[in-house]
């Protein structure tokens, strides 16, 4: 262009050799330098235009439209973003483009794709995949997660998956009535709450105590139906043992777990007594009151001598729950029968057992029988015949007295309407 | 009337000239008063262990404050229910044998049966169905000397068996553990057996019957008209009459108050015995 402006000055002589003024000279200089000027503005702009019409590169290109906090979709869901936020979160050191890969150029399109955080995530989605959220119409992570662009380590209180917060986080679904009817499913969340994990969790902050996770995993979460999943019925025991590992251990040492072991699964797990989510303190009373029926599911003929026992009669009455149940004499988890001499029912242990309640406890004493059924001859002939002897003395005296007393009752009247309407008394 | 209060039937039974006689002591009346609150207060708190699984039984226990206050008030009252009856063997003993009293163990104020209360059974029904004429009583019919065998019978039974409950490990040391087993069929049997014998055959017998209704307050009181008595126990007041010893019964009449009093107190327990009755029954039959 200078080029072509040192050519047009040359031309103010002419190749014709015409003679041009000054001030016609000077003018034109001034065209020529302005046109210069306008130019290279002109190419300026041209240059920034074309160079912006390339890669967005920084986040503050992004912000520079998604940090207004009103910022809408379509569809009305919100699309912005907090930058400071986000600078702090574990993808603080990532650039937009790092997960919104499609997003090449500006403007960029309406529509996005969903952002495959299996790109860096891989474990996690395969477990995913397979488990009883595969199917979820929401982002299957930030479900769980929370606002992809605050993500936190789960070692960080602030994020959603931090030990203290799941239980809040599953709940959100998992408390749900609505949500759990339609899938068929309790809602544990509230239950979860008032059990003694929930209590550890949410009174003593306690890290370790179970929370969701904690039994059903995170990703790879599957059906208690499922023999891979660690809520599978079998695979209980173990689970529990994770944190009560000495408990397992005497389960497992047990008749229930022995039988367990053996493939027998109609025997009882942990969960079976203590329940999934609603677990109580063992020692509190409402757990005793509730427990012995749990037992009677199965021991229906032992629940049923015991509930003619007074260790029964006085524990079904509220308020009175330091009578025997049937751990108490039986013991929780280690389970053994009478016929194992290391089992606490057996008949040289029995003065020590009883003894925990009945402190001055002897050999004789501890001849009680605690399930016996008076109406059974073999299992003990004496009160069997005592049992028949009150009954009769109760059945043969009530009848006797009754026909008596109906008798009296009849003849008595009788003679006292007779007399009454003999002196006239028309009231009788 | 003016000065309601002190007015006694004694002032109407001068112009009626209606005279009382004495029939229970004071020491007897106390006795039964003792013998039928303790009675109450054990039934109403042995049966709802008896029945601990129906749904009465849980309420009631939870609003005296659980079972643990139901055993605490079934031990009182069995504790005084013992000393009452302990009371009543000594003063047996001292009528007998110390102040050589006749008439403890036989005769016709005795309450051992004899003869003739057999006699009077099978009299009193043949009577009943109109087979003979209504057989005359002496000082305590029969079924008044069952009723007593029946609680001196169960005192025994239903007190030891509860005593070696209660003290389990002290009577192991002399009877074998299967006895405890036993102790409570027998507790809980004979106890069901005194309930349901004392507010249904009892109250109806000596209370509700026609010659009572609706209640024999001469246990309250202590006295009985004349007329009542000659009805009650014609064969009593001929002896008495005969042997010169019939002036000697002579009371007051009772005042009102002890009339208002004893009425309150019987039909309370009258209709508490009836309620537990209900309540017994409808654990069998609900």
């Given at each position: 262009m200078a080029d072509a402006a040192r050519e047009l000055g040359r031309s103010t002589i002419g190749p014709r050799g015409r003679v041009v003024s000054p001030d016609a000279r000077r003018l034109l200089r001034l065209i020529a330098k302005t046109m210069r000027a306008g130019l290279m503005v002109a190419g300026f702009v041209l240059f920034v235009l074309?160079?912006?019409?390339?890669?967005?590169?920084?986040?503050?290109?992004?912000?520079?439209?998604?940090?207004?906090?009103?910022?809408?979709?379509?569809?009305?869901?919100?699309?912005?973003?907090?930058?400071?936020?986000?600078?702090?979160?574990?993808?603080?050191?990532l650039k937009c483009g790092d997960c919104h890969s499609d997003i090449k150029d500006y403007p960029h399109p309406e529509h996005l794709k969903k952002v495959q955080c299996s790109t860096c995530h891989a474990d996690p989605a395969t477990g995913l995949a397979g488990s009883v959220h595969a199917d979820g119409k929401d982002h299957p992570c930030t479900s769980c997660h929370g606002d992809a662009h605050s993500i936190f380590p789960k070692t960080d209180s602030r994020s959603a998956v931090y030990p203290l917060n799941i239980p809040r986080t599953c709940g959100n679904c998992h408390g749900n009535e609505g949500m759990a009817k339609k899938h068929g499913l309790a809602s544990v969340y509230p239950l979860y709450m008032d059990s003694i994990h929930g209590f550890a969790l949410s009174k003593e902050g306690l890290l370790v105590a179970a929370n969701c996770t904690s039994c059903h995993g995170s990703h790879h979460i599957l059906s208690r139906k499922d023999p891979q999943s660690p809520t599978f019925k079998a695979n209980i025991p173990n689970t529990c043992g994770t944190c009560h590992a000495k408990i397992t251990d005497e389960y497992m040492a047990g008749a229930h777990g022995k039988a367990l072991a053996a493939g027998k699964t109609t025997v009882p797990v942990c969960s079976d007594c203590h329940t999934a989510h609603d677990i109580l303190q063992p020692t509190a009373d409402a757990f005793r009151m509730q427990s012995t029926p749990i037992c009677g599911n199965c021991h229906k003929d032992k629940f049923s001598t015991y509930r003619d026992t007074f260790h029964s009669q006085l524990g079904s009455l509220g308020g009175y729950v330091q009578t025997a149940r049937c751990w108490d004499c039986h013991q929780a988890h280690d389970v053994r029968p009478a016929s194992d001499p290391s089992s606490p029912i057996a008949a040289g242990n029995l003065v020590a057992t009883c003894g925990k309640c009945h402190a001055n406890a002897n050999k004789s004493f501890v001849q009680y029988q605690p399930h016996a059924n008076a109406h059974v001859r073999k299992m003990n002939p004496a009160l069997y015949f005592i049992r028949l002897f009150m009954n009769l003395l109760l059945a043969g005296t009530l009848t006797f007295f009754m026909i008596h007393t109906i008798l009296w009752l009849i003849r008595a009247r009788y003679d006292q309407v007779k007399k009454r309407s003999a002196e006239g008394d028309k009231h009788a | 009337m003016p000065d309601l209060e002190h007015t006694t039937a004694a002032a109407e039974q001068a112009e009626t000239k209606e005279r009382f006689y004495m029939r229970f002591t004071p020491e007897q009346r106390y006795l039964h008063a003792t013998l039928f609150s303790t009675f109450l207060g054990l039934a109403a708190t042995g049966l709802p262990m008896r029945f601990s699984e129906s749904i009465w039984a849980r309420h009631f226990a939870a609003g005296v404050g659980g079972f643990g206050s139901i055993l605490f008030f079934h031990k009182l009252c069995a504790v005084v229910l013992t000393l009452a009856f302990l009371i009543h063997v000594r003063d047996l003993f001292t009528r007998a044998f110390i102040r050589h009293e006749k008439g403890i163990f036989w005769g016709s104020t005795s309450m051992v049966a004899n003869w003739k209360d057999a006699k009077d059974l099978f009299g009193h029904l043949r009577w009943f169905v109109g087979l003979g004429p209504k057989p005359q009583f002496e000082r305590y019919a029969y079924w008044e000397k069952f009723d007593y065998w029946a609680v001196f019978w169960g005192m025994i039974v239903i007190g030891f068996s509860g005593y070696a409950m209660w003290f389990a490990p002290f009577f192991a040391r002399f009877l074998p553990g299967w006895a405890l087993n036993a102790a409570l069929v027998i507790h809980s049997e004979e106890g069901l057996l005194a309930i349901l014998f004392i507010f249904s055959i009892h109250f109806v017998n000596t209370h509700l019957r026609p010659d009572s209704f609706p209640m024999d307050m001469v246990v309250f009181t202590g006295v009985e008209s004349e007329e009542e008595f000659k009805h009650k126990r014609a064969l009593e007041y001929a002896r008495l009459e005969k042997t010169g010893k019939l002036e000697a019964k002579l009371a007051d009449a009772p005042h009102s108050w002890q009339v208002h009093f004893s009425k309150i107190v019987g039909f309370t327990a009258i209709f508490i015995g009836l309620l537990l009755l209900v309540f017994t029954l409808s654990a069998y039959f609900i």
């Amino acid at each position: 262009m200078a080029d072509a402006a040192r050519e047009l000055g040359r031309s103010t002589i002419g190749p014709r050799g015409r003679v041009v003024s000054p001030d016609a000279r000077r003018l034109l200089r001034l065209i020529a330098k302005t046109m210069r000027a306008g130019l290279m503005v002109a190419g300026f702009v041209l240059f920034v235009l074309v160079a912006a019409s390339g890669k967005l590169c920084a986040e503050a290109d992004c912000l520079g439209c998604h940090a207004d906090q009103s910022m809408q979709d379509a569809a009305g869901h919100s699309i912005a973003v907090d930058g400071a936020k986000f600078g702090k979160s574990i993808h603080g050191s990532l650039k937009c483009g790092d997960c919104h890969s499609d997003i090449k150029d500006y403007p960029h399109p309406e529509h996005l794709k969903k952002v495959q955080c299996s790109t860096c995530h891989a474990d996690p989605a395969t477990g995913l995949a397979g488990s009883v959220h595969a199917d979820g119409k929401d982002h299957p992570c930030t479900s769980c997660h929370g606002d992809a662009h605050s993500i936190f380590p789960k070692t960080d209180s602030r994020s959603a998956v931090y030990p203290l917060n799941i239980p809040r986080t599953c709940g959100n679904c998992h408390g749900n009535e609505g949500m759990a009817k339609k899938h068929g499913l309790a809602s544990v969340y509230p239950l979860y709450m008032d059990s003694i994990h929930g209590f550890a969790l949410s009174k003593e902050g306690l890290l370790v105590a179970a929370n969701c996770t904690s039994c059903h995993g995170s990703h790879h979460i599957l059906s208690r139906k499922d023999p891979q999943s660690p809520t599978f019925k079998a695979n209980i025991p173990n689970t529990c043992g994770t944190c009560h590992a000495k408990i397992t251990d005497e389960y497992m040492a047990g008749a229930h777990g022995k039988a367990l072991a053996a493939g027998k699964t109609t025997v009882p797990v942990c969960s079976d007594c203590h329940t999934a989510h609603d677990i109580l303190q063992p020692t509190a009373d409402a757990f005793r009151m509730q427990s012995t029926p749990i037992c009677g599911n199965c021991h229906k003929d032992k629940f049923s001598t015991y509930r003619d026992t007074f260790h029964s009669q006085l524990g079904s009455l509220g308020g009175y729950v330091q009578t025997a149940r049937c751990w108490d004499c039986h013991q929780a988890h280690d389970v053994r029968p009478a016929s194992d001499p290391s089992s606490p029912i057996a008949a040289g242990n029995l003065v020590a057992t009883c003894g925990k309640c009945h402190a001055n406890a002897n050999k004789s004493f501890v001849q009680y029988q605690p399930h016996a059924n008076a109406h059974v001859r073999k299992m003990n002939p004496a009160l069997y015949f005592i049992r028949l002897f009150m009954n009769l003395l109760l059945a043969g005296t009530l009848t006797f007295f009754m026909i008596h007393t109906i008798l009296w009752l009849i003849r008595a009247r009788y003679d006292q309407v007779k007399k009454r309407s003999a002196e006239g008394d028309k009231h009788a | 009337m003016p000065d309601l209060e002190h007015t006694t039937a004694a002032a109407e039974q001068a112009e009626t000239k209606e005279r009382f006689y004495m029939r229970f002591t004071p020491e007897q009346r106390y006795l039964h008063a003792t013998l039928f609150s303790t009675f109450l207060g054990l039934a109403a708190t042995g049966l709802p262990m008896r029945f601990s699984e129906s749904i009465w039984a849980r309420h009631f226990a939870a609003g005296v404050g659980g079972f643990g206050s139901i055993l605490f008030f079934h031990k009182l009252c069995a504790v005084v229910l013992t000393l009452a009856f302990l009371i009543h063997v000594r003063d047996l003993f001292t009528r007998a044998f110390i102040r050589h009293e006749k008439g403890i163990f036989w005769g016709s104020t005795s309450m051992v049966a004899n003869w003739k209360d057999a006699k009077d059974l099978f009299g009193h029904l043949r009577w009943f169905v109109g087979l003979g004429p209504k057989p005359q009583f002496e000082r305590y019919a029969y079924w008044e000397k069952f009723d007593y065998w029946a609680v001196f019978w169960g005192m025994i039974v239903i007190g030891f068996s509860g005593y070696a409950m209660w003290f389990a490990p002290f009577f192991a040391r002399f009877l074998p553990g299967w006895a405890l087993n036993a102790a409570l069929v027998i507790h809980s049997e004979e106890g069901l057996l005194a309930i349901l014998f004392i507010f249904s055959i009892h109250f109806v017998n000596t209370h509700l019957r026609p010659d009572s209704f609706p209640m024999d307050m001469v246990v309250f009181t202590g006295v009985e008209s004349e007329e009542e008595f000659k009805h009650k126990r014609a064969l009593e007041y001929a002896r008495l009459e005969k042997t010169g010893k019939l002036e000697a019964k002579l009371a007051d009449a009772p005042h009102s108050w002890q009339v208002h009093f004893s009425k309150i107190v019987g039909f309370t327990a009258i209709f508490i015995g009836l309620l537990l009755l209900v309540f017994t029954l409808s654990a069998y039959f609900i």
